[in-house]
């Protein structure tokens, strides 16, 4: 029995399309932007099968994962409440840095360089804030 060439091109290809899509970035893309932590792993082995029957679209998979930290575990979720974010507002209504820094230390243990040169600020609006179902009150 003959199999058709386009079935088969086309089963092929779709092999190669799901292991060129790494895991961890599927199945947890709230993971993404992690820096470093514990490896999963699940999403390690599922990269390694990937890796075992396709080798450059596994490791590509695999590469991905770590680039993007969908691979490593997540440590903990630290949140804010939002009305201890209001101590944070000096009188004219901008965020004072440092007690902005000193509230993040003292809830979640960790020292943010707030004060950083490089650091990117983001200004949001009524628009962002409506997108997140909040309404805008200072």
């Known amino acids: 029995m003959r199999i ?19 895991c961890g970035t599927l199945f947890y893309p709230e993971r ?30 695999l590469g991905v994962d770590f680039a993007t930290g969908a691979i490593y575990l997540p440590d903990g979720t630290y949140s804010l409440a939002p009305q201890s974010l209001q101590d944070t507002l000096d009188a004219d209504g901008q965020v004072d840095k440092a007690k ?9 243990g960790h020292d943010l ?3 950083h040169p490089q650091l990117i ?17 200072a």
């Open 113 to 115: 360089p707030l004060d």
């Open 32 to 61: 993404r932007g992690q820096i470093d932590g514990k490896i999963d792993p699940a999403i390690f082995l599922l990269d390694a099968v990937g890796i075992l029957f396709y080798v450059l679209p596994g490791l590509i998979a």
């Open 121 to 137: 600020e983001s200004r949001g609006g009524p628009e962002q804030l409506a997108a997140y179902g909040l309404s805008p009150a």
């Open 100 to 108: 902005l820094r000193a509230l993040i230390l003292e809830a979640t």
């Open 4 to 22: 058709p060439s386009r079935l088969l091109c086309g089963a092929l290809a779709g092999a190669l399309f799901t292991q060129l899509t790494a």
